[in-house]
């Protein structure tokens, strides 16, 4: 697993990966191609240029080659890699305009997880909760997956580096998101089958 902090100008990238990033804005684009030098970085000879993208947006490599997840946003990308095993990773800045969007991720026993905090703690682990929702979105990656119903948080440890509990779909299974801060970053990651 790596986290990358993009300081570094598209030729730069573009020097050093056959990746052609596919987003419009310049922004975007960088931050595709700094996720896609990270997996490099992890393992100098992933085949970048294998990648595919299923329907539900999530890249995999074709023939059951390695399993990984990359994420990005303003200034950072990271990915992470896993011989075998699904893996899931995400990155979010703290900011509350998580609160505009929380009644579509959050349901009642996470709601109650998050009450006896004051409402700039709420905001980092309301975050925190929608990186979570996202790493095993991204672990899953066949879409079709309602956020508060589908993925429910059950436990989680309020400090700067834990783990949380979370059940997936149907299943009763259990399974562990790991998560840390960095600065106003929350990064969350997983290794799962789920079903």
């Known amino acids: 697993m790596g986290l990358w902090e993009i300081t570094e100008e598209h030729s730069f990238f573009e020097q050093a990966s056959p990746y052609r990033a596919v987003a419009s804005n310049p922004g975007q684009q960088l931050q595709q191609l700094a996720s896609r030098m990270v997996l490099m970085a992890l393992q100098p000879l992933f085949p970048i240029d294998q990648i595919h993208v299923n329907p539900a947006g999530k890249p995999f490599l074709a023939g059951g080659m390695a399993q990984f997840s990359i994420s990005h946003t303003r200034g950072f990308a990271a990915a992470i890699i896993s011989p075998q095993i699904p893996v899931g990773i995400d990155i979010e800045f703290i900011s509350p305009r998580?609160?505009?969007?929380?009644?579509?991720?959050?349901?009642?026993?996470?709601?109650?997880l998050l009450a006896e905090f004051s409402e700039h703690d709420r905001i980092t682990f309301l975050?925190?909760?929608?990186?979570?929702k996202e790493t095993v979105f991204k672990c899953w990656g066949n879409g079709g997956v309602d956020f508060s119903e589908h993925i429910r948080i059950q436990s989680f440890t309020p400090q700067h580096q834990g783990a949380a509990s979370v059940q997936f779909g149907q299943s009763t299974a259990v399974h562990t998101v790991y998560y840390l801060r960095e600065g106003d970053l929350w990064l969350s990651y997983m290794q799962a089958f789920l079903q």
Do not use: G, Q, R
Not at 100 to 112: R, T, V, W
């Open 127 to 132: 975050t925190l909760f929608w990186s979570i």
């Open 98 to 112: 998580v609160l505009k969007i929380e009644k579509k991720f959050l349901n009642p026993h996470e709601y109650a």
